[in-house]
Antibody
């Protein structure tokens, strides 16, 4: 069974750094891309970027390039999303999803809620 | 960037009725690379339809997708109580974008 399990909720202050994770199982992690999707409170879905787990080739949405860093460690089947300096506007639910070879997102993690507040 | 516009924003129906949700693209979606997702409160999105009309694994046949080019439709033939949720379309033919969502609510 394909599963993506994300790290737990985080509460941070503005300016702090953060790295959240997404661990895949039930499939060959290095054969697929992993996508990250943001959902701000009460809002819709926004694609942030994708990473190919096999070689860490990464593509970013123009809206998020320079704001976050996506990485992966295929040896432990885990992808990451990180911020170097959080802002209150980064408060959101963040989902990882497996990217099928054609491009749709077929399996999703349960989400990680990030709250940034002073 | 391809912009997806979903309509209506909210659809109020009763169980047993037919639901028709629309997704319009600002330019043609190549190879009908369009997906539909369902999201219930507090849960992650779930893939329903990919390639405009193919049902994902385990999705009941009351869900169907159609369309090509710039106009796509998700149809739920007979609504069940568990179908009331928010639905998003997504194109993956040119980068990735999501529509703003249609909320299907109980009338």
């Amino acid at each position: 069974e394909v599963q993506l399990v994300q790290s737990g909720a985080e509460v941070k202050k503005p300016g702090e750094s953060l790295k959240i994770s997404c661990k895949g199982s039930g499939y060959i992690f290095s054969f697929y891309w992993i996508a990250w999707v943001r959902q701000m409170p009460g809002k819709g879905l926004e694609w942030m970027g994708i990473i190919f787990a096999g070689d860490s080739d990464t593509r970013y949405s123009p809206s998020f390039r320079g704001q976050v860093t996506i990485s992966a460690d295929k040896s432990i089947s885990t992808a990451y999303l990180q911020w170097s300096s959080l802002k209150a506007s980064d408060t959101a639910m963040y989902y990882c999803a497996r990217h099928d070879t054609r491009g749709y997102f077929d399996y999703w993690g349960q989400g990680t809620l990030v709250t940034v507040s002073s | 960037e391809i912009v997806l516009t979903q309509s209506p924003a909210t659809l109020s129906l009763s169980p047993g009725e037919r639901a028709t949700l629309s997704c319009g693209a600002s330019q043609s979606v190549s190879s009908s690379y369009l997906a539909w997702y369902q999201q219930k409160p507090g849960l992650a999105p779930r893939l329903l339809i990919y390639d405009a009309s193919s049902r994902a694994t385990g999705i009941p046949d009351r869900f169907s997708g159609s369309g090509s080019g710039t106009d796509f439709t998700l149809t739920i033939s007979r609504l069940e109580p568990e179908d009331f949720a928010v639905y998003y379309c997504q194109q993956y033919g040119s980068s990735y974008t999501f529509g703003q969502g249609t909320k299907l609510e109980l009338k």
